[in-house]
DNA sequence: ACGGCGATTGAAATCGTGTTCAATCTTGCA
DNA sequence: TGCAAGATTGAACACGATTTCAATCGCCGT
């Protein structure tokens, strides 16, 4: 046959290279900087590329590269509002870098099995962030071979790497301090007594480890330590831990929650069934900053720490690593602030 | 060397042989169900495969194959509630499947470039679902060869096949009607008389639809056609244009918005800054149902289609056509109702 | 004109799997 | 026991790229 054909619906490097009279080799070459080609046959390759839609098979290019270029993520809910706006900004990032991201979904009690790991392993990720806690670096290493830096969320990002030396260790710490003794100072400042804290998921590092800062911080400028009202991070649980703290407990003059989302969930039920105003009655601060919080209904006063950055350095751990896998560890900080809005003062 | 070495970390069908005294290709059988293969043997290898935490190669299987087994979502915003709740149900449906859901993200104005398709066609999706109207379906096409089935999300779901006698067409409808008329009823029997719309994206297909029956049915109950306040989908928008209506316009005392979203701006303008009681005064209906509609703050009455429904009828509808990419074109329909809360009445 | 050196080029091997096809092994039945 | 049909098996090829390596080209100085 004369022209040239179409297998599977796309055109393939032989078929580009049959076109510019050149080899298979040379159009190899022209989408691969950094390798010796002469200008003008490579700008050729590429317009005659151009014009059958040709781009390389990453299927193929994994397989002799063994790079995917693909980053797993393991999540046990998009919706939740902070990890749909991490989701958002890092698939933005690493499309930018020529990545793209697997979405795998787990149970959402934060747990996640072998079944899931083996499955996912299956597409070879370079890299997988899991927005899960429960799950030993050492196994993610068992179930997803060597070339695959592992990040874990919560409370502090980190990208990991087993080496012969032991296992390696990039960090991205979050400096929740900062955040939060401004929070309890301007609490203070507004004479709050008692301080209640509305839990994330009990178990959860990343709670635990803001539930001591809190706490060292209150202590610190002389409060008596926060009332727990355990919660799991959820609205609807923050609700009714709010009940439970006026109904059953002694309720509270301010009210720190572990995250936005259950923030709302006490605002609505301190005002909507409670019956108490809020600055008025009580003072109310979150963590995050998720885009809902500057919303009328809540206006919420919230410890922020900037996403964009905290995705773009996680990024570039990632890459780094990808990068050169046996480099030493290294280590990122972010800070906290206090975004002051309508529910304290 | 004795010991069976380990290739980039991973074992590969080469070793289990090894290890199992099989050729490769009864290796390879063993994962593939209706294949010949002594079912001691597939036995033998499986638990050999498991012991070497052993799969499959996705990436050399999509070559030989031609399948990926990726389905490729197009999303401007992973954040909007409505598209991260679809995402969700998606991901899980066809993780379930087999599948891996492969996120793009595309800007914000509801366009798509083809920059991002020629991205996106190198990892070879088997389908790719579009979160994205005004991409022409002969454009996608063109770009993402014959094996990718192809669905644009508004205002019907289509999944979308070039074959030679013209393009194939499944459709995926959401009649909206029956929901819209008892938005309608509910608000006429409240005594409204003067409908607004707050819209979503002018140009969106899926909002000239919406729009357009929302007319209809109002006109055919008898009422004046809805003031249109044009917005964009967005809390922002909604907000600012809920305050035109009351201070530039001359108001309604009933409001439908085009998603939820939409309407809790509606909502907080009307309440934070406008001063003015819902229901009692104006009235609002949305349109989705998102999980935040109960939130007590917003406490939203709405129009609702089972999201559930909508994605396994979606789901189905993609396998279908990849198992079988020239059968007949399939329709299926999934009906709406009101939920109704507390900002009607 | 000639030798030499670096820049270009393409043939061949490779990555890990699925698929075809002919050879071999089982099984059932006369 | 013998034979045909069917089940099981493995060698060889294909998939679409990258990488290695040896061959060729172009250019320079003498």
Same mark, same amino acid.
């Given at each position: 046959m004369e022209e040239v054909g179409v297998t599977r619906g796309r055109a393939t490097a032989e078929m580009v290279a049959k076109r510019a009279n050149v080899s298979r080799v040379a159009v190899s070459r022209a989408f691969n900087? *950094?390798? =010796?080609?002469k200008q003008e046959k490579r700008d050729l390759i590429l317009r005659i590329a151009q014009e059958l839609n040709y781009t390389p098979d990453r299927a193929a290019r994994a397989l002799v590269? +063994? %790079? =995917?270029?693909l980053v797993g993520i393991i999540v046990p809910d998009v919706c939740s509002h902070w990890e749909s706006q991490e989701i958002d900004a890092l698939t933005t990032a690493l499309q930018g870098e020529g990545f793209a991201t697997l979405l795998f979904k787990t149970r959402t009690d934060y747990s996640m099995d072998e079944k899931l790991l083996a499955y996912m392993r299956g597409f070879n990720p370079d890299s997988v962030i899991a927005f899960?806690?429960?799950?030993k670096p050492a196994i993610l290493a068992r179930f997803l071979g060597r070339a695959v830096p592992i990040y874990v969320h919560y409370p502090d990002v980190q990208v990991e790497r087993e080496v012969e030396k032991g296992p390696l260790h990039d960090r991205l710490n979050v400096l929740q301090r900062a955040g939060l003794e401004q929070a309890v100072a301007l609490l203070q400042g507004y004479g709050a007594q008692q301080i209640a804290y509305v839990s +994330?998921? %009990?178990? =959860?590092l990343a709670n635990q480890a803001r539930e001591q800062m809190l706490r060292t911080v209150m202590v610190e400028r002389g409060l008596p330590p926060p009332i727990i009202a355990p919660s799991d991070y959820s609205y609807d649980m923050a609700y009714s831990a709010t009940l439970d703290l006026f109904r059953v407990g002694k309720g509270a003059d301010a009210i720190f929650a572990a995250n936005d989302v259950g923030a709302f969930g006490v605002l609505d039920a301190l005002r909507h069934e409670l019956g108490l105003r809020v600055p008025e009655d009580v003072k109310v601060v979150g963590f995050?900053?998720?885009?809902? =919080? *500057?919303?009328?209904?809540?206006?919420l006063t919230t410890v922020k720490f900037d996403l964009q950055e905290r995705v773009r350095a996680l990024v570039r751990l990632i890459l780094r690593r990808l990068n050169n896998p046996d480099a030493p560890a290294l280590e990122e900080t972010l800070q906290t602030r206090l975004v002051v809005r309508g529910t304290v003062g």
């Open positions: 900087p *950094h390798t =010796s080609l590269s +063994g %790079r =995917s270029h899960v806690e429960n799950v +994330g998921v %009990r178990k =959860s995050d900053d998720i885009a809902q =919080s *500057h919303w009328k209904s809540y206006n």
